[in-house]
C-alpha cells in the first residue's frame, strides 16, 4: 500500500512562472515532511521540510503548504527557473518509528524557457 | 566537507553472485539509512542504523540481504546469490541526529546494480 502518492509524473510549466507539486499521504503518524530534488544519476538533494505542527514553510522561491485534515502537502516555486528542471520526490516520516522516510513516486518538473 | 560516498557507482553481476555494496556517511552522522529505486520506482527503504546497531531492518526484501555498520561509520550492504529483480539503484542517507529529532537526510550518489 502507498502511504504517499504523488499522482502527477510529470508537469511542464513556463519559466517564470509557479510550479505546483503535490502530494497526498495517508498514514496519521507520520509528523515530518521533506520534499528532494533529484538530478539523473545523482542522489536526491534536501529542499525544504515542514513539521506537522505547522501549516507553512518557506524558503526563498520554495514554499511547502500542509493540510493536516486532508492529508496533503504542496511545493510551491515562483518563480521557476529552467534550473529547477528535475525529478521531485515528497517524503513523509515519523520520528517514533525511527525517523526513516516513506517516499512518494516522483514528479518530474520540466521549466522551459 | 565531504559529503556521503558511496562505491562502486556501478556494479553489473551476473545472477547467483554475491555482491557487497558500500557507503561513507557524513562524519560525526548518526543515524545511516539504505534504500532502492527501482526503475520508475520511487525510493523504497530498506535499514535503518542508529551507531552500530539496527532498530529496523523491515524493508529488507528477503533473507538474501543484510547490512552491517561499523565503528559507527561505514556501511555495508551486502546481497547473495543476486537475482534480475534486484537490479536497482542503491542509495544511503546519514543524518546528524538521532531518532528523537527531525532532521534531513543526506543521500549519497547512489551504486547503480544490474544483475543480468
Known amino acids: 500500500d502507498q502511504q504517499v502518492k504523488q499522482n502527477s509524473p510529470s508537469l511542464s510549466v513556463q519559466e517564470g512562472r509557479i510550479s505546483i507539486l503535490n502530494c497526498d499521504y495517508t498514514?496519521?503518524?507520520?509528523?515530518?515532511f521533506l520534499w528532494y530534488k533529484k538530478y539523473p544519476a545523482e542522489g536526491p538533494t534536501f529542499l525544504i521540510s515542514?513539521?506537522?505542527?505547522?501549516d507553512k514553510n518557506e524558503d526563498g522561491r520554495f514554499t511547502v503548504f500542509l493540510n493536516k485534515s486532508a492529508k496533503h502537502l504542496s511545493l510551491h516555486i515562483v518563480p521557476s527557473q529552467p534550473g529547477d528542471s528535475a525529478v521531485y520526490f515528497c517524503?513523509?516520516?515519523?520520528?517514533?518509528?525511527?525517523?526513516?522516510?516513506?517516499f512518494g513516486q516522483g514528479t518530474e518538473l520540466s521549466v522551459k524557457p | 566537507g565531504a559529503g556521503v560516498s558511496q562505491s562502486p557507482s556501478n556494479k553489473v553481476t551476473e545472477k547467483g553472485k554475491d555482491v557487497e555494496l558500500r557507503c561513507d556517511p557524513i562524519?560525526?552522522?548518526?543515524?545511516l539509512y539504505w534504500y532502492r529505486q527501482s526503475l520508475g520506482q520511487g525510493l523504497e527503504f530498506l535499514i535503518y542504523?542508529?551507531?552500530?546497531?539496527?532498530?529496523?531492518k523491515s524493508g529488507l526484501p528477503s533473507d538474501r540481504f543484510s547490512a552491517e555498520r561499523t565503528g559507527g561509520s561505514v556501511s555495508t550492504l551486502t546481497i547473495q546469490r543476486t537475482q534480475q529483480e534486484d537490479s536497482a539503484v542503491y542509495l544511503c542517507a546519514s543524518s546528524p541526529l538521532g531518532s528523537s529529532s527531525y532532521n534531513e537526510q543526506f543521500f549519497g550518489p547512489g551504486t547503480r546494480l544490474t544483475v543480468l
Open positions: 498514514n496519521s503518524m507520520f509528523d515530518y
Open positions: 542504523f542508529q551507531g552500530n546497531s539496527a532498530p529496523d
Open positions: 562524519s560525526g552522522h548518526t543515524a
Open positions: 517524503a513523509a516520516s515519523a520520528v517514533r518509528v525511527g525517523g526513516k522516510l516513506i
Open positions: 515542514i513539521s506537522s505542527i505547522k
